[in-house]
C-alpha cells in the first residue's frame, strides 16, 4: 500500500487505487461484545464464546516440540450435533498446530510472489501427529440464532496458540512454523 493505491512491490509505480483493486465488502476481525447490527444493519449479530489452550514438550537440545494436549472450552448455545461440533474443533485444533509448526508460504522478498505453490511442499500435520483434545462444550446461553445454537468459531484456533506455548516453556519468542532450526536460534543455540 502506498498513497492508498495497491502497489507492485518491485516497480512501486504500478498499482490500483484500493477501491479498484477490491471489489467487495471488507470487514474487520475484533474481540468483544457489539451492539446489535452495528455493522452489518440486517439483524442480530451472533457472538461466539470459546477459550482454548494448548501444552508443549521443548527440547532445548534439539529443538524438536510436540504438542501434549489441547484443552478447549466452547459455549455454543445449544448443541444440535455433538459429534460434528467435536470434529469441527478436532480440525480447528489440527490447523492451529499445522501453521505454527510446519507449514509456511515463502515469497521472494523482492517482488512479492508466492515460492511455495504446491502441494508437494505443502506440509501439513496428520491425524497421527495430533493429541486428544480435552473438550468441554457448555451450554449456558440462549443465542439468537435458530433453536438457541449460535455454534463455535474457527477463531478459536488462536493462530499462535502452539508458539504461544512454546514461549511459555522456553521463556523465547519463536516465529512460525516453529521449526527445530527456529527453536534452536530463538534459544541462542544455532
Not at 447490527?37 to 514438550?57: H, I
Not at 499445522?98 to 491425524?127: A, H, P, W
Request: overall charge negative; aromatic content about 6%; charged content about 25%.
Amino acid at each position: 500500500m502506498k498513497d492508498g493505491k495497491v502497489v507492485v512491490k518491485a516497480d512501486p509505480g504500478k498499482g490500483l487505487p484500493l477501491a479498484q483493486a477490491v471489489r467487495a465488502n471488507l470487514f474487520a476481525t475484533y474481540s468483544g461484545r457489539p451492539p446489535a447490527a452495528v455493522w452489518t444493519q440486517r439483524g442480530k449479530v451472533l457472538d461466539v464464546m470459546n477459550v482454548a489452550a494448548c501444552e508443549v514438550a521443548v527440547d532445548t537440545e534439539t529443538g524438536e516440540v510436540e504438542v501434549l494436549r489441547f484443552g478447549v472450552v466452547a459455549d455454543p448455545g445449544k448443541v444440535m450435533r455433538r459429534t460434528s461440533l467435536e470434529s469441527q474443533i478436532d480440525q480447528v485444533m489440527d490447523f492451529s498446530a499445522g501453521c505454527q509448526l510446519q507449514e509456511e508460504f515463502i515469497f521472494d522478498k523482492q517482488t512479492g510472489v508466492r515460492l511455495s505453490t504446491n502441494m508437494i511442499e505443502y506440509k501439513k500435520v496428520s491425524m497421527l501427529d495430533m493429541p486428544e483434545v480435552d473438550l468441554e462444550l457448555l451450554e449456558t446461553r440462549g443465542s439468537n440464532a435458530c433453536y438457541g445454537g449460535s455454534g463455535i468459531s474457527h477463531s478459536l484456533a488462536n493462530t499462535h496458540l502452539v508458539i504461544m506455548a512454546i514461549h511459555n516453556a522456553i521463556g523465547k519468542w519463536v516465529d512460525p512454523p516453529a521449526t527445530p532450526d527456529r527453536v534452536l536460534k530463538a534459544l541462542g543455540k544455532a
